[in-house]
């Protein structure tokens, strides 16, 4: 099936430790996305990618790092520098990223501190 | 910079009635693209529907449907004979035309479906 799947579906990291959120979609998109998700907010944008080795900061990009090796995977990082890290975070493909496409969600990872 | 704005943060409908979620947006471009999707309790994000800002013609989806008001800024969805799998967190986003990063999310409106 094709799909984007995203590990693990719950995290915990302790104080001071960097964890890493997977992303892998089989769509063959060009573009990825994360997102991060608050109680009764929106979805905001971390970072995103338009095409493998390239990648950009959204809007709270601070505390996070991402790297983008293979069309398929784009990881996301959560730095001991983010000092708020519990939420849900989704991520997120598009055939192109300046195209008309529609982005299409992964089913989301819940990271909790410890 | 643009901003999505949903003033119902909850609402309940019954079975088989219709329901009608708001939601309006500012912005200063005149092309872009607004969507709905749907949160379940799984928390994955699923698309509902869709709309081109340079069509007038409103998006269609079996039960669900948008009435867009360019002028007014306004994009509200329209479920038509609720069923109980409807109910769900449904977020309203922007995005704009020349951006594809750049996608802006409503704060969402809880949707509970009586039986």
């Known amino acids: 099936d094709g799909g984007i799947t995203q590990s693990p579906k719950y995290l915990f990291r302790k104080e001071g430790q960097n964890v890493t959120l997977s992303c892998e979609q089989n769509?063959?998109?060009?573009?990825m996305y994360w997102y991060r998700q608050d109680p009764g907010q929106g979805l905001r944008l971390i970072y995103y990618s338009q095409i493998v080795n390239d990648f950009q900061k959204g809007d709270i990009a601070e505390g996070y790092s991402v790297s983008r090796e293979k069309k398929e995977s784009f990881p996301l990082t959560v730095t001991s520098a983010q000092k708020n890290p519990t939420a849900f975070y989704l991520c997120?493909?598009?055939?192109?990223?300046?195209?008309?496409?529609?982005?299409?969600f992964g089913p989301g990872t819940r990271l909790l501190v410890l | 910079a643009q901003t999505v704005t949903q003033s119902q943060p909850e609402m309940s409908v019954q079975e088989a009635e219709t329901v009608t979620l708001s939601c309006t947006y500012d912005?200063?471009?005149?092309?872009?693209?607004l969507f709905w999707y749907k949160q379940p309790p799984s928390r994955q994000m699923i698309l509902v529907i869709r709309q081109e800002a340079y069509k007038q013609q409103n998006a269609t989806e079996n039960r669900f449907s948008v009435n867009f008001q360019k002028a007014a800024k306004s994009f509200s969805l329209k479920i038509s004979d609720s069923q109980l799998g409807d109910a769900a967190m449904y977020f309203c986003a922007y995005r704009s035309l020349y951006n594809n990063n750049d996608m802006r999310f409503g704060a969402g409106t809880r949707l509970t479906v009586k039986p």
């Open positions: 769509l063959n998109h060009d573009a």
């Open positions: 912005t200063s471009e005149s092309d872009y693209y």
């Open positions: 997120a493909s598009s055939i192109d990223w300046d195209g008309q496409e529609t982005q299409y």
